[in-house]
């Protein structure tokens, strides 16, 4: 609360020319008007998509392929492990 008086009163005692320049100016001509994309300038700066989708599918795949070789590996230890509790239990 103790910030927001200073606030207030700031803004309360600026005058109207700096409250104007505040607000969004109102849209050029050209703005106003519908305008097809045909007409418009090329733009100079494309970042073309394909590759940046061809890269995250590549990734996913990749932290895929990780997650079930790890799963693999664990599961064959596991197996083990057992095998080798299994063997010890029938001993005794």
């Not at 300038?41 to 990780?66: K, R, S």
């Not at 799963?71 to 299994?86: P, S």
Request: charge should be positive.
């Amino acid at each position: 609360m103790k910030r927001i008086v200073p606030l207030f009163v700031l803004f309360a005692l600026l005058p109207g020319p700096v409250l104007a320049a505040l607000q969004p100016a109102q849209p050029a001509a050209s703005q106003a008007d519908f305008v097809p994309v045909n007409a418009l300038p090329p733009q100079a700066e494309q970042l073309p998509a394909a590759p940046l989708v061809i890269a995250a599918y590549a990734f996913v795949w990749v932290a895929l392929l990780a997650y079930v070789w790890a799963l693999w590996r664990r599961m064959t230890k596991l197996e083990r492990e057992l095998a080798d509790l299994q063997r010890r239990v029938q001993k005794t």
